[in-house]
């Protein structure tokens, strides 16, 4: 199978989303969470972007303050993986508009969202940016509209109790 | 552009815990956590805040900390009406609930429901579920309406693609839920034009192609049609062409589908055709501007190369195929080179030749020094592979140098790496030993234990090797600072072998003892209990020591370590026994069995795919539809086999001598045009090759597609082909057809006067006559002695009237030519007009052929008189 988790960590090793695309104890998940974060973190810019873990390879690569970190498969193609990653992150990108850890932060259950429209079961998906992107805005558009309906509720309440 | 419409005071509690030091934060969590416990556990939750605390949980659950409760209340989010609920419910369930939970059932019924919601937001949503946590019981459930969304087409493409990929997780980890009648129709969706629909499937071909050999041709057709259509500019809009490549990520997958299934590329029109598409492929090498066009060039490149080699290693790809290595191996990026080693290493292990590699040996070597432990690791794999018995010496020569400076996880790694070569390559046992002797001296700290029980067993299975590792490794236990590993391996063998050095002036007995002795203290637990075992070895073969020996074995049979004492007591009771038991107890150690290493095997050969259960792939086919075609081909050289509403088969054959032809004409019957018609040999013998086929896959109802096929001579007897044709007409059809190809066709008629005749068929005799008697089919058929005779004559018989003494009955003879060998035939048929009733016998050299023209001409007879009404 392709991703089988996606991680993204911060410099001081906190976790900013962290995606399973397999059955796992959450023992387990903290583990490899700690495992691997501890193992890219210290690298250097120069070197290669592609770490060896417990027969997984180990795909990242760090925006900013960020480390994206994905796991595969022995016989997955590691760059089309790092371009997998590249992807999500434009795609943050024009969602949030020069997206920053803040944002991520804040917003972690739309970075969730993004991500969920982009792969699925540890694959790509959908291939256009743009594409990713109208999903999650029709999505967010969805859920526009229930709290707009929230908000009238709340009125209509407000307005008959007095 | 991102909408805001979070809950305020979820955003409140993350800028807290941000302004939190670390000890603080938990403090914080916890007080937040009882209050969300109480908050759930009150009446009145409105779906607002119940929203807002699952929320908080999640992030709580993000930076670490168990969450224990909420689990209800995240499903009934999931399953609330509402859009927003919804989302945060599907997201808290994929996180928080494991696919075993107690409450995963609510989930289910919830998921099916949104399944067969007509809002496709909510299909997406439960796709994404299916696809990404899916446990059995989910998956047997919603089975159904996932497989419906896919090939419905009322469904959105975006909802297709996320379908795809739902049933590739069910096919994925439950491979026996899925519908096997389903892999072909989604195979077909490789054609599909939505390029996301395509590339959804294709990595599901890719799992089908792994575990279905069966389905490798008709795969293979696809994957090379789409390939070219996307290499060469094609089939696709600029939405899908990231940093001037078309979707590389199909690309990739296509190639990898192709790699799996390239045994079947076979005739020469697919491979050309895909000699062509990867040629251009490896051509786009050159003009590259940024790192996101580079790497995603590079993605395709290395599967080009891997895949280009599988079809052909020899042709014209194979220079360009090492010129892009041999730039990739050299390219200053380190991912580029990584995965340049990476698979130069993967092409070794498939046994290609890649001489030229030795060219960049040096800068390979020099690698093992980068800082990069990734970088590190792999070309010492790939100087590992690239070994052989011509240059395993420089090899590890070169390796011996670089060990020194490297660091202990490497240092190990390549340890074991030489130690295997060695053991592979030694074709002179003191080589083997020195390098082994210098691994254990050098980097006796990074040895792990395999490495140097591996090495005692080699020198303990090989008489010859004994005298001369014993006397090394006695002269490398001088040495004061000796590690473990060698101090282990070398008394161990001193123990066994001490004797053979015992004459030689400065290993005597008594050096020997003082050696060992003089480890005895400075080492371990665990290599003292051998110590003193060795030291019994040594008394056994060497009496004059006992005293001595037994005087250590007193000093340590006070030892505070339990394992010890009780090895120095035992061992000082068994010196004090009669000297014969001794001798039994410190036999020399028998030739130890183990599996003698044969060939490098770091590397699992990734593209071979097991192709042992193909066989069971010839099942019985449903081909009644095309058969009434089939019996009136039998004898006629051309017309229709096939037509239904849709579609209509026409085939013209040509056959003299051992040689045949067959044109299939595929002609639309509708006025519009159906997609991913495709058609593949389901059953074939040896000779029977495609010549030419169609390479369109759209079938529009203003064109004819042809496919040709062959036979060049007929070495045995064989069943008629079975051809399945395929294509989208809404929804997918297939038909079965059998192919007219049958023995008779290769038949040459020939004609005898009476007295030849009956002097072959008695001297045939009736051992190998076959004989048939049989009505006809149909209530309404009525034999018909014209159609008759046309039939046989049809059927190349050259008929012989009026030699029979009945004139009703039917004479002739023809002659095969199988293997190269001429076979007679004789045949007689007995009709009877009145009562629709026919008797055959056939008469042949050989008695198969005899039985098979018989069977069937029987088959053909019987069907072949229904009248008109």
Redesign the interface.
């Known amino acids: ?2 991703i089988k988790f996606f991680l993204l960590i911060s410099r001081q090793g ?8 397999y ?1 796992l ?2 023992k387990e998940r ?1 583990k490899i ?1 700690r495992d691997v974060s501890s193992l890219v973190i210290v ?2 810019p ?7 873990y417990k027969g997984e390879k180990i795909v990242y690569r760090r925006y900013a303050s960020l480390f994206f970190i994905c796991g595969i498969e ?2 997955d ?4 993986i ?3 990653i ?2 999500y992150v434009e795609i943050l990108d ?4 020069n997206v920053c850890e803040l ?1 991520l ?6 970075a ?2 993004v991500l ?1 429209e982009l792969l ?2 540890g ?9 990713v992107l109208s ?1 999650v ?11 707009q ?2 908000t009238i509720q709340k009125l209509v309440g407000n307005v008959k109790k007095y | ?3 805001n ?2 809950m305020k005071g979820l ?1 409140t509690f ?2 807290d815990l ?1 302004n939190l030091k670390e000890k603080d934060e938990e403090k914080r969590v916890n007080i937040e956590l009882a209050k969300i416990r109480a908050k759930f556990q009150s009446s009145t939750l409105s ?2 805040d119940r929203k807002k605390y699952v ?1 908080k949980l ?2 709580i659950y ?3 900390y ?1 969450i224990s409760f909420g689990h209800l209340e995240a499903v009934k989010l999931l399953t609330a009406a ?4 919804k ?2 419910g599907y ?1 808290a369930v994929a996180l928080l609930l ?2 075993n939970h107690d409450l995963i059932r609510l989930v289910i019924n919830s998921i099916k429901k949104d399944l067969l919601s007509l809002d496709s ?1 909510k299909n ?1 949503i439960a ?2 579920a299916v ?3 899916g ?1 059995r019981e989910m998956c047997e459930t919603v089975y159904p309406e996932v497989q419906q969304l896919l090939m419905s087409a009322a469904t959105e493409n ?1 909802v297709r ?2 379908a795809a ?2 049933l ?2 069910i096919y ?1 980890k439950f491979p026996d839920i899925m519908d096997p009648d389903l892999r072909e129709p989604i195979i077909m969706l490789l054609d599909d034009d939505d ?2 629909v395509s ?2 499937v294709s ?1 599901f071909v890719l799992l089908i192609v792994c575990r279905e050999p069966s389905l490798h041709n008709l795969v293979c057709k696809k994957a090379i049609h789409k390939l070219k259509l996307i290499v060469s500019g094609r089939g696709y809009s600029s ?2 062409v ?1 940093y001037s490549v078309p ?4 690309q ?1 997958n296509l190639c ?1 589908i192709l790699l799996a299934c390239h045994k079947e590329v076979i005739d020469d029109s697919t491979k050309r055709t895909l000699i062509h598409v990867l040629d251009r492929m490896l051509s786009i090498f050159d003009d590259i501007k940024e790192t ?1 066009h580079l ?2 060039i ?2 395709i490149l ?2 080009a190369i891997k895949l280009a080699f599988a079809i052909d290693d020899s042709g014209s790809l194979y220079q360009k195929c090492m010129n892009c290595l041999g730039k990739m191996i050299a390219d200053k990026e ?2 580029v ?3 340049a080693f990476d698979t130069t290493a993967y092409l070794i292990s498939c046994g290609h030749h890649i001489p030229s590699l030795k060219t960049h040996k040096e800068l390979i070597l020099s690698s093992l020094r980068y ?5 590190r ?1 792999k070309s010492l794999e790939l100087l590992y592979m690239m070994c052989d018995a011509e240059n395993s010496k420089s090899v590890v020569d070169d390796l011996l140098m670089y060990l020194p400076y490297l660091d202990s996880v490497s240092q190990e790694d390549l340890i074991s790496k030489v130690a295997s070569l060695t053991e592979i390559y030694a074709d002179d046992y003191k080589w083997y030993v020195d390098v082994n002797l210098q691994l254990l001296r050098v980097a006796g700290r990074s040895v792990n234990d395999d490495v140097w029980h591996q090495f005692v067993r080699v020198i303990v299975n090989n008489e010859s090797t004994q005298q001369y590792s014993v006397r090394r490794l006695f002269k490398l236990l001088q040495s004061d600072s000796t590690h473990e590993c060698l101090v282990r391996s070398g008394c161990y063998l001193l123990g066994e072998y001490g004797y053979l050095i015992a004459d030689e002036p400065e290993s005597g007995p008594l050096q020997q003892f003082l050696t060992v002795y003089k480890k005895l203290h400075a080492s371990s637990t665990r290599t003292k209990v051998l110590l003193l075992t060795v030291l019994l070895k040594l008394s056994n073969l060497q009496p004059d020591l006992q005293k001595r020996v037994a005087s250590v074995f007193k000093q340590y049979s006070v030892s505070l370590n339990t394992e010890i004492q009780q090895r120095a007591c035992e061992y000082l009771q068994l010196l004090s026994l009669p000297s014969d038991f001794l001798s039994i107890v410190c036999e020399k150690v028998p030739v130890f069995t183990i599996p003698a290493k044969s060939q490098p095997s770091s590397f699992i050969s ?1 593209s071979d795919v097991s192709l042992t259960d193909s066989l069971n792939s010839v099942k019985e086919f449903d081909i009644s539809s095309s058969l009434s075609g089939f019996y009136r081909l039998c004898w006629r050289d051309k017309g229709i086999l096939y037509r239904d509403s849709q579609v209509q088969v026409g085939a013209v054959m040509e056959f003299h001598d051992s040689q045949g032809y067959l044109s299939l004409y595929f002609e639309n019957r509708q006025k519009e045009t159906f997609s991913s018609f495709s058609a593949t040999l389901l059953r074939t013998f040896p000779n029977f090759q495609v010549d030419a086929s169609f390479t369109d896959s759209i079938f529009s109802p203003d064109k004819q597609l042809q496919q040709r096929f062959s036979i060049d001579r007929l070495d045995g007897l064989f069943d008629p082909p079975i051809l399945r044709i395929s294509f989208l007409a809404g929804v997918m059809r297939s038909v079965n057809l059998l192919l007219p190809v049958v023995l008779s066709k290769f038949m040459l008629p020939t004609v005898f006067d009476g007295s030849t005749f009956f002097q072959r068929w008695g001297k045939m005799g009736l051992e190998r006559e076959a004989q048939l008697t049989y009505g006809l089919n149909g209530v309404h058929s009525k034999l018909d002695e014209r159609r008759l005779v046309k039939i046989i004559l049809g059927l190349n018989w050259g008929l012989c009237p009026g030699i029979d003494m009945n004139p009703t009955n039917i004479v002739g003879a023809g002659i095969l030519q199988v293997n190269a060998q001429n076979i007679g035939c004789l045949l007689r048929l007995e009709p009877n007009y009145q009562k629709n009733m026919i008797r055959l016998s056939i008469r042949s050299t050989n008695t198969t052929v005899a039985n098979v023209l018989a069977t069937n001409m029987q088959d053909i007879l019987k069907n072949s008189f229904h009248s008109e009404a």
């Open positions: 199978m392709g906190k976790v900013r989303l962290a995606k399973w695309f059955a104890p959450t903290l969470i690298r250097k120069k070197m290669c972007n592609f770490v060896e022995q016989d193609n590691e760059l089309i790092l371009e997998v590249h992807k024009k969602y949030f508009g944002d932060i804040f917003n972690f259950e739309k969730y969202y969920e699925l079961a694959e790509l998906q959908e291939s256009s940016k743009t594409n999903a805005l029709a999505g967010d558009a969805e859920s526009e509209v229930d709290a309906q929230d | 552009m991102v909408v419409n979070q955003k993350i800028s941000r779906a607002y929320s999640l992030y993000m930076l670490g168990p509402k859009y927003s609920e989302q945060i997201l494991n696919e937001y997406s796709l994404h696809a990404n946590f446990g975006i693609q996320k990929l739902s590739l997780h994925r390029l996301n590339l959804a990595t939405d899908y990231y979707c590389p990520w199909l990739v990898r996101q790497n995603a590079n993605a290395f599967e380190a991912n080179r990584y995965l800082k990069d432990v990734s970088l690791k990734k």
